[in-house]
Every structure is written in C-alpha cells, then in structure tokens.
C-alpha cells in the first residue's frame, strides 16, 4: 500500500482548514447581505449552507489511502452543534453522513459514525454554554477539537487491525497537530460573531426603542449639535408645532428659534454639555412669527461617536400667562387689602379721637357740676350762719333750711325759699 509522505498528507490538511476557515467566513458573509442572522435564529438555510460547506471540505479531503479521507468536516459539525443547534447541525450531518457512505471505502463506517459522533460531542458541549457563550473559555474549545479527533482516531479500530494501526500511527499526529487547533481558532471567531451580534441587536433595539420614543411622543424633541447650534433632527411633534417641516428644522440653527443671542445660546448648550444645568427656560419663534414661552430639557447623547443635545420642549406659554394673571390677582388682593386697612386705621383714629374728646367734655362737665355744687353748698352755710345770727338776737330765722336735713338722704338739693 502506497502512503503519501507525511508533509504533503500535513498540508492537505492544512488546506482544508484554510479552506474551512474561507468558507464560514463567505457563508456569514451572504447570510448577513440576506439579512439573515444564522447566530440568533439558525434554520434550514444555514444548515444547508453548512451541508454544502461540508460536502466542498470532502472534495479537498486529505486522501491517506483510498477510502480513508481526512477533513475538517468533523470541526464543522462539532462547532455548528454547539453554536447553532440541533436542526441546522443535525441538517448538515445528514448531508455528510450521506455522502460519505455514498463514497464508501474501508472507513465508511468509520466516517459516518464519526459524523454523527461529532455533531453530538457538539451538543453536548451547547447544553452547558447555552446562550452563555461568552463563558466559552479557550480550553473549552480546544478540549472540544480534541474530545471530536479523539472519538475519530479511536473509531478507526473498526476499521481490520493492521489497517488501523498502520493509519492512526500516521494520521494521528497531523491530526491532533491541526484539527483541535482549528476547532479553537473558528470556535473563536464564531463566539466573536456570536457577541458581535448580539450587541448589534441590542443596538437595533435601542435604536428602535429610541425612534419608538422620538417619532411617537407628543413632546417637542429636538436633537442639537452644541459645536455649531445645528438642528440634527426633530420628531413629528417639533415639526407640528413649530411650523417648519422636518427638511426645513435640518436646514436650521437653534439660534433661528431662540430668541437669545447667539453668545448666549452658546453659552446655556454648554452648561447642559457639562451637565451643569438641565432645565431651562426660553423663548421659542415659530414659523407665524409668534414667540412662546418654553421650558427645556436638555441632556446629552452620543450618536455615532459625538455627544449631541438631546431637548424635550413644553410649551409653557398659558401657564406663564395664567401665573402673570394670578400674580396681577394677588397684588390687586394686596392693594385692596391695604386700602382697607388703612381705612380701618383711619376710622379707628377717629373713633379714638372721638373718644378723646368726649372724655375732655365730660371732664369739663364734672368740674362745672361740682363747682355749682360747691356754690351751693357755700350758701347754705351762710344761710345757716344769718339763721344762728337771727335766733341770737332774737328774730325770726329768715330762710327755711329743712330742705337741707332731707337732702343729705335723697341727694337732692331744692331751690332755697326765703321767709
């Protein structure tokens, strides 16, 4: 039996594992140009795709001797089991499996055994790193290339005795030199192409969960540039309320709406730039001419490796007028209530004053009353003296007195009546 020279049955093998290698990098190429993402929802097509990438691995296979082929497809079959699955892999497998027992040879059944082992060593390798391929350590993938190799040199015992003792102490060297190798570098890049995706479609969702958020909401958006006061985009609400169409607000500067100087303006985007500030308050021009007040809410956002303004607008034009209205209410209320107490204070000066001057009158009056009272009093006295006088020298008392005794009781004092 004639056998090739060991390096050039090495550099078949290194050929197929090129090849291998070219092959899934095209297949992912004409898929993503498809839009199909063979990583997040593999199926029919990319099994078919892996089948017939197989079946080009066998047309370049490294011939040890008739009927014994050596080729990357047992790389294949492992890494798509544990990346894509059960269907595309299992798809693939039965292209294989099919056409090497089509091929026939002394290792037939080696090789189609062999196939099925591989794709099954894969799956079991997938129920452990399961949507967790990120936990994929480069020891994991290379014991997977050798588990698949090992399981494909041993079952080459089925092959006679002395066929397979001669070919495993050949090919097994070259083999486990090249293969399990391979399975690391493509099981790298396929876990590279795994989380590529994945953040590619966390991006899509983001993006859509910002357009969702952006094109749907009733408040006002619009998204600045802070370098040069340009209008980047505006959603539907922007666009209806301000006049202009979206083509025309791409076309603007925010100085073209904001009533502030451009020095100014300037100066406000950089305070929210360095998150200094975050809300504010302006005046808007629209496209009628009219000016309304706004509040703004301003923040950054990075979009395509720059930080943008990233503005929630509110008109606050009839609350602001409802405010001036309520405030013009309130200092009405104010000057009402201080005309009224100042008349109060007025009436109470005068009451007072009133009162004061009563006070005075009724002091006058008791100092008159107990003046004439005092005159009164003096005169009976004297009335009282002529009387002892008179009953001194014998006469007749001139003036009756008796009214006096009685007053001391009553408290009055009758006029005096002369005898």
Known sequence: MNLPPLHDFSLMLLINAALLLGLTQLLDLLLARRGIDWSGRPGWLTGLGLGLIGLLLMQTTAVFTPGILIDARYVLLSLSGLFLGPLPSLIATLMLAS???WLGGDAALTGVIAIFGAWLLGLLWRRRYVSQFERLTWRSLLGLGL???????????LMPWALAWQTLREISLPVLLIHPPLTLVLGLLLQERWQRQIDLTQLREREQRYHGLFDNNHAMMLIIDPDKGRILDANPAATAYYGWSLEQLRGMR??????????????EMAKARRAERQYFEFQHRRADGSVRDVEVFSGVIPLQGKDYLYSIIHDVSARKQAQAELLALQEQRHREQAEALRQQLQAQQRLELALEEAEQGNAELQRFNRAMVGRE???????????????ELGHAEPYDLSFAESAKTEGAAPGDQPR
């Not at 925010?254 to 100066?267: G, K, M, P, V």
């Not at 009093?377 to 009953?391: A, F, G, H, T, Y």
């Open 377 to 391: 009093l003096e005169m009976i006295r004297l009335k009282q003296e002529v009387n002892q006088l008179s009953q």
């Open 99 to 101: 056409f090497r027992a």
């Open 254 to 267: 925010i100085t073209d709406i904001n009533c502030l100087s451009a020095e100014q303006i300037q100066q």
């Open 147 to 157: 588990a698949v190799h090992l399981l494909m040199l041993a079952l080459m015992l």
